[in-house]
């Protein structure tokens, strides 16, 4: 919890600081601001905390690709609630990346004992982004600054992430070393670009779309993977098809004319 806390907060600190500078304060008025706080709350609220318990239940090469599986979800109520198309192309894709989380549930385990039904953790958590992908790009119907919606995302899933850490223990469950911190905080800095470029790419482009290509993250988790954590996790041959799928999958997504 400790890392969701602060590369939530970073982003919630580094997006309010650039408000002033780049958006009227009048747009905070608006109630349609209200959008974006419910889908902090979702994500990265409840979706990135669901993430970060998946990785420490069942490793960082099995989590991530399910998490990023929200693009199934986000597309589906897209349809519904934005209605917006989904062909077939999306449909195979679907089936894909469902076909690699279901591979990844019955891999070997490549470190100590962990249980298949870990796996809830990072699949609610891919709900929980799809719910927030969509009320995203709903809020930016209404009022369409990004960096303002980034911001109020953020904030909102940083104060949920510090209500969880302390319900968890306060100052007890903030567990923070000086290696960590070395990779915490620039990982903090990263996810506050990647947040305000989604943001951009929504108030531009369809969630159907948009949410696939950011999804597709894992292909880069897994070679960080074999390099950084070699001593920490092996990924095993059933661990990259199904990760390969889930990447398949949604880059036929994003091929959808």
């Known amino acids: 919890?400790?890392?969701?806390?602060?590369?939530?907060?970073?982003?919630?600190?580094?997006?309010?600081?650039?408000?002033?500078?780049?958006?009227?304060?009048?747009?905070?008025?608006?109630?349609?601001?209200?959008?974006?706080?419910?889908a902090g709350i979702f994500a990265p609220g409840i979706g990135r905390t669901l993430s970060y318990v998946g990785i420490e239940r069942i490793g960082v090469a099995r989590s991530v690709p399910i998490v990023n599986s929200s693009p199934i979800?986000?597309?589906?109520?897209?349809?519904?609630?934005?209605?917006?198309?989904?062909?077939?192309?999306?449909?195979?894709?679907?089936?894909?990346?469902?076909?690699?989380?279901?591979?990844?549930?019955?891999?070997?385990?490549?470190?100590?004992?962990?249980?298949?039904?870990?796996?809830?953790?990072?699949l609610i958590g891919a709900v929980a982004f799809g719910i927030s992908t969509t009320l995203r790009k709903a809020g930016l119907g209404y009022i369409n600054i990004p960096l303002l919606a980034a911001a109020m995302t953020a904030g909102a899933g940083a104060l949920f992430s510090l209500a969880l850490l302390k319900y968890q223990g306060?100052?007890?469950?903030?567990?923070?070393?000086?290696?960590s911190a070395a990779w915490l905080f620039p990982a903090g800095a990263f996810n506050t670009a990647a947040?305000?470029?989604?943001?951009?790419?929504?108030?531009?482009g369809k969630v159907v779309i948009v949410e696939p290509l950011v999804s597709s993250n894992p292909v880069l988790t897994l070679t960080l993977t074999a390099i950084f954590l070699r001593d920490v996790e092996s990924i095993s041959l059933r661990?990259?098809?199904?990760?390969?799928?889930?990447?398949?999958?949604?880059?036929?997504?994003?091929?959808?004319?």
């Open 239 to 257: 661990v990259i098809i199904g990760s390969a799928l889930t990447v398949t999958g949604t880059i036929l997504v994003v091929l959808v004319k």
């Open 1 to 38: 919890m400790t890392g969701a806390f602060i590369s939530l907060s970073m982003s919630a600190v580094v997006l309010w600081c650039a408000l002033p500078f780049f958006v009227p304060l009048s747009a905070l008025a608006d109630p349609a601001i209200l959008i974006f706080v419910a």
């Open 170 to 179: 306060g100052s007890k469950a903030f567990k923070l070393t000086r290696n």
């Open 195 to 204: 947040m305000l470029s989604v943001f951009f790419a929504l108030s531009h």
């Open 73 to 122: 979800f986000a597309s589906v109520f897209a349809v519904i609630f934005l209605a917006e198309a989904w062909v077939l192309q999306n449909i195979v894709g679907t089936l894909l990346v469902i076909g690699g989380i279901v591979i990844l549930s019955m891999a070997k385990p490549a470190q100590g004992e962990w249980r298949k039904i870990d796996i809830i953790y990072p």
